[in-house]
């Protein structure tokens, strides 16, 4: 499935060349015909994180202090890990900024 | 600093202009007086400039901003000729007009934080006319505060934020009511300054006062206009008002604290919280005023570099929140005894940076112990651990630069160095590891040990102890 991934606030420091957004294809998981949440979780962690995974995930969700937003929405709202994607959604990962 | 040019004559200028400055204010005072009599009529109903310009020098600050009638509005509700001709353009705006105007010049904003983000929101809500503005922070302006911080000027380096802030905004705008919480907003104290206004702004510039002002916000019922910048990015939203959630609706928990990036570590693009500053007061208006669609339940993202802005949907106040829940058991006193540092796990401040202890006592010298190395010519390496872009600042010369994130896969380098050093002198040179504080160079030893380089060591507090206890010419920054 085709999807963008964007990564904000300080998280793209965690990918090659500090980049932020990243055009990808993301498979389901074996057996499974639909692409969540906690799939492209998982497939961001390994392919896409290169250094302090822990910076980006804690458990099987992010960890505290990432905003997730699919297509600009909170995705508490669209379901969080169990959200089900769909074909050229963006999804965003911004972590919350303190400085002023 | 010396400041270049005629030490004791520019002394003396500068004394007389204080002086002058201070009759001229005090002149300003009394004939704010005398007009606000004639127009109130028969001896000053409050006497509204009177009272103005007032400091609030204490923890409890006894100062009350609420339900005072609008600066410039006469009791029966005209606008002066004076007034009409100063807000004329927001007047002519047929969404804000008179009301707008009114319901400004009877709102009571506090903005926590006169820095960055602080700046041009003091600047602005002073200069649309806002009846009450209250200014907290409990810092003295540093020079390297005014590449970002507008406000102030280089005259108010080491003075007090507030009094600068204050100052400023009285100079653009002598009918509005200033008020100096000349402190750092704490638990002790927060409850009692926030009570007295309407509408808070967080301009602050650190994690644990994030969560304490939204928590307070919460227990007090207060609009929250919430701003962050950092590098080249900005975050903007309203708290608590209208359904939005809380700052502990959308993080519950703190981050890690090695997720925290601070302005004086990672650097930020002076204008960057200038616009979102800028869009703060805008929001803030907007509550005061109720007009248009305040920023609820959504929240901007600035990207500055892409100059790019997207508004993105956040949750709602959710049910179950511990803070604004409605089953929330969360009370002015748990809130006064809550220890926002220790919850966080950093500091209340931008500047004490959070330092680590990784080395025993033999793997550390002290700054000093390196210079009496250097004097005595004793045949060794300094590594400087810091990025590529810090190493270009400034640096300790002759010294080989590796930044700690690439140092494992640039063993070889290292040991290259060294040894054309071991050829040079004719001796095992020592390793010495210097950064900019004296964390990463810890970081960078243990490493080095682990990799079989058992000789080396860190200079205590780096760079920072460097300029402060050898060479004070050194640049710091
Ligand atoms: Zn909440």
Known sequence: MHLTLEFGGGLELLLENSTKVHKVEVPPKDGEEKVTMKGVLSWAKTNLIKERPEMFVKGDSVRPGVLVLINDCDWEICGGLDAVLEEKD???????LHGG | MGGGGGGRRREEIEGELKKLRAERKELDARIRLLESQLEVGPVGVGGAAAEEGVVDGSCDGSVACRGRGGNGFAPDGGLPADMIYRYSRHLLLPDFGVEGQRKLSQSSILVVGAGGLGSPVALYLAACGVGCLGIVDGDDVELNNLHRQIIHKEAYVGEPKVKSAADACREINSSVKVVEHQHTLRPCNALEIVRKYDIIVDATDNLPTRYMISDCCVLLNKPLVSGAALG?????????HNGSPCYRCLFPSPPPVAACQRCSDSGVLGVVPGVIG?????????????VGEPLCGRMLLFDALSARIRIVKLRGSLPDCTICGKKSAFTEQDFQKFDYENFTQSPMSDKTAPSVDLLPENARITS???????????????????????????????????????????LPVLETSLKKRAAASGKEPSL?????RGNDSQRAVKLLREKGFASAKDIIGGLQAWGRDVDPDFPVY
């Open chain 1, 90 to 96: 963006v999804v965003v990962f911004i972590s919350t």
């Open chain 2, 232 to 240: 080249l990015e900005g975050q903007l939203t309203v708290y608590h």
């Open chain 2, 278 to 290: 800028c869009l703060q007061a805008l929001e803030a208006i907007k509550v005061a005023t109720a």
């Open chain 2, 368 to 410: 000093r112990d390196y210079k009496s190395m250097v004097d005595n010519a004793e045949p060794h390496l300094l590594l400087d651990v810091r990025p590529t872009h810090h190493f270009q600042i400034t640096s300790i010369s002759p010294s080989l630069n590796i930044p700690l994130s690439m140092l494992e896969e640039k």
């Open chain 2, 432 to 436: 010495v590891v210097l950064c900019r």
